[in-house]
């Protein structure tokens, strides 16, 4: 079963940076499309932004400019990183993963999510 963890998370005032990281257990495969979500308080889940491929990514307009996503320094993690932070980026940040491993068959996982909190 693919695991995945998140770290990095922490409090930072409004304008800080902050690098979250979810490592994946065992390898990533070519077709692994990675999501970040968050989930603020009394708010639904949010798609923070997508890796699609190694090196393209989509944002949520949100977010745009100011966050990045990326494959990691290490082979098996993912990175998102925070920058220019805002009150309203208060969140529990989630990976995760889709991966379609044949036609007709699709799994999805979730880490257990990793809390920023941005305040004054």
């Known amino acids: 079963q693919v695991q995945l963890v998140e770290s990095g998370g922490g409090t930072v005032q409004p304008g800080g940076s902050l690098r979250l990281s979810c490592e994946v257990s065992g390898r990533i495969f070519r077709l692994d499309v990675f999501r970040w979500y968050r989930q603020a308080p009394g708010k639904e889940r949010e798609l923070v932004a997508t890796?699609?491929?190694?090196?393209?990514?989509t944002y949520a307009d949100s977010v745009k400019g100011r966050f990045t996503v990326s494959r990691g320094n290490a082979e098996n993690t993912v990175d998102l990183q925070m920058n220019s932070l805002r009150i309203e980026d208060t969140a529990v940040y989630y990976c995760?993963?889709?991966?379609?491993?044949?036609?007709?068959?699709?799994?999805?996982?979730w880490g257990k999510g990793t809390l920023v909190t941005v305040s004054s």
């Open positions: 995760n993963l889709l991966r379609v491993p044949s036609i007709g068959s699709r799994l999805e996982f």
């Open positions: 890796l699609v491929t190694r090196d393209s990514a």
